[in-house]
Nanobody, 126 residues
């Protein structure tokens, strides 16, 4: 299991940028694929982006393609979400999650993400 802590959220105007960080603990961080999700009140949690164990494969929701970039630094046990050209629709609590299956080969099914962090609030004003 991986313990995760998100940070970097805040209030930003539309068109602005934020970089979220997700810090993991333990020596096993690098054996798990990682993902970012977001959730707004009254709606289900939404997939945002994911990254493979080595960081060479990424996936994005259509709504954020071209604007968000997920990356990771396994030497720092950290995964990042660079968010550019933010829109009011991006307002949500953003959560980091780790794959529940270690040493995954290929894409992680969205339902297999677990070990959720506490979330960080992102608010984008128009």
């Amino acid at each position: 299991q991986v313990q995760l802590v998100e940070s970097g959220g805040g209030l930003v105007q539309a068109g602005g940028s934020l970089r979220l960080s997700c810090a993991g603990s333990g020596r096993t961080f690098s054996i798990y694929a990682m993902g970012w999700f977001r959730q707004v009140p009254g709606k289900e949690r939404e997939f945002v982006a994911s990254i493979s164990r080595g960081g060479r494969t990424t996936n994005y929701a259509d709504s954020v393609k071209g604007r968000f970039t997920i990356s990771r630094d396994n030497t720092r046990n950290t995964v990042y979400l660079q968010m550019n050209n933010l829109k009011p629709e991006d307002t949500a609590v953003y959560y980091c999650a780790a794959d529940t299956i270690p040493f995954r080969v290929g894409s992680t099914p969205l339902t297999d993400f677990g070990s959720w962090g506490q979330g960080t609030q992102v608010t984008v004003s128009s």
